[in-house]
C-alpha cells in the first residue's frame, strides 16, 4: 500500500471521498491541528467549504507520552480510554493533572490560533472533522463528543489514514466516517506519509488567516492559498 507524499496530497485524495459535500451551504470543515489543517485545507479549497480549526489535546500516558490515555477539547469535554487506565492503574489524580495541563495548553492555542474571534457556530451543520490520520481514535472521539455538546446536526470524521478496527469501533459516534486507506496493520499515523515533518503554530495561523474564519471561507481563493 503506497504512502502519501505530504499532508496536502493526502488532502487532495481525501476531497475525492468527499465529493458529494462540496458547494453545500450548510456544511463546515472543522481541522484538527496543527497536522490536520493543511489536509483539511485542500478539502474545503476543493469543495468550496469554508475552513476553521477546533483544538483537541491528547492526554498522555506519564511517561509515554505519546501512548494516549485520552483527550480533552473545547467546552471542557474529556475523553478516557478506560481500558488503558484500568490496564495501567493510572490514578485518578494523575488523569487530573495531566487533563489540567493540557486544558491550559488548549486554551492557549485557542488564543494563539483565533486571537479574539469566536468559534465556528455548528448549530444544525454538517460538521467534517478532518485529521492526518487516526490510530487510538481518542483525539478524534473528544472532537465528536464536543461538537455533539455545540448541537451539530450532522459530523463527518475524514482522514487519509486510519486504524481499520479504530475507524470501525468509531461509527457509533459520528454519522460518517471517511478514509482513503485503512491499513489492517497500523502502527502509527507517520508511516502512512513520506514526509511527516511537524506541522508549526505559524503555518497554522496563516491557514487559518488566509480562510478567515468566515462564512466564505476559502470560497473563490488559489490553490497556492493552501500552501502554509
Known amino acids: 500500500m503506497r504512502r502519501f507524499p505530504n499532508r496536502a496530497e493526502a488532502g487532495k485524495l481525501l476531497a475525492k471521498h468527499l465529493a458529494r459535500y462540496a458547494n453545500r451551504?450548510?456544511?463546515?470543515?472543522?481541522?484538527?491541528?496543527?497536522?490536520?489543517?493543511?489536509?483539511?485545507?485542500?478539502?474545503?479549497?476543493?469543495?468550496n467549504l469554508p475552513l476553521d480549526v477546533f483544538?483537541?489535546?491528547?492526554?498522555?500516558?506519564?511517561?509515554?507520552?505519546?501512548?494516549?490515555?485520552g483527550a480533552v477539547a473545547h467546552g471542557g469535554v474529556r475523553v478516557l480510554n478506560t481500558d488503558l487506565v484500568e490496564r495501567l492503574g493510572i490514578p485518578g489524580s494523575v488523569?487530573?493533572?495531566?487533563?489540567?495541563?493540557?486544558?491550559?495548553?488548549?486554551?492557549?492555542?485557542?488564543?494563539l490560533y483565533r486571537n479574539a474571534r469566536n468559534p465556528p457556530d455548528v448549530a444544525g451543520q454538517t460538521?467534517?472533522?478532518?485529521?492526518?490520520?487516526?490510530?487510538?481514535?481518542?483525539?478524534?472521539?473528544a472532537a465528536i463528543g464536543a461538537i455533539r455538546q455545540l448541537h451539530?446536526?450532522?459530523?463527518?470524521?475524514?482522514t487519509p489514514a486510519a486504524a481499520r478496527?479504530?475507524?470501525?469501533?468509531?461509527?457509533?459516534?459520528?454519522?460518517?466516517?471517511?478514509?482513503?486507506?485503512?491499513?489492517?496493520?497500523?502502527?502509527?499515523?507517520g508511516?502512512?506519509?513520506?514526509?511527516?515533518?511537524?506541522?508549526t503554530d505559524d503555518q497554522v495561523r496563516a491557514l487559518l488567516e488566509r480562510a478567515r474564519?468566515?462564512?466564505?471561507?476559502?470560497?473563490?481563493r488559489s490553490r497556492a492559498d493552501c500552501i502554509p
Open 165 to 189: 478496527a479504530t475507524l470501525r469501533e468509531m461509527r457509533p459516534d459520528a454519522d460518517e466516517s471517511v478514509a482513503v486507506i485503512t491499513p489492517p496493520d497500523f502502527n502509527g499515523v
Open 25 to 47: 451551504p450548510d456544511v463546515l470543515v472543522l481541522a484538527l491541528p496543527r497536522g490536520g489543517v493543511p489536509v483539511a485545507c485542500e478539502v474545503a479549497l476543493a469543495l
Open 127 to 141: 460538521v467534517i472533522i478532518v485529521d492526518d490520520g487516526i490510530a487510538t481514535g481518542s483525539t478524534m472521539r
Open 95 to 111: 488523569i487530573d493533572a495531566v487533563s489540567a495541563r493540557e486544558s491550559r495548553e488548549l486554551e492557549r492555542r485557542e488564543h
Open 191 to 199: 508511516e502512512w506519509y513520506e514526509d511527516f515533518s511537524q506541522t
Open 55 to 69: 483544538v483537541v489535546r491528547k492526554l498522555g500516558v506519564p511517561g509515554h507520552e505519546e501512548l494516549a490515555m
Open 152 to 158: 451539530a446536526a450532522r459530523i463527518v470524521v475524514a
Open 213 to 220: 474564519g468566515s462564512v466564505n471561507g476559502l470560497r473563490g
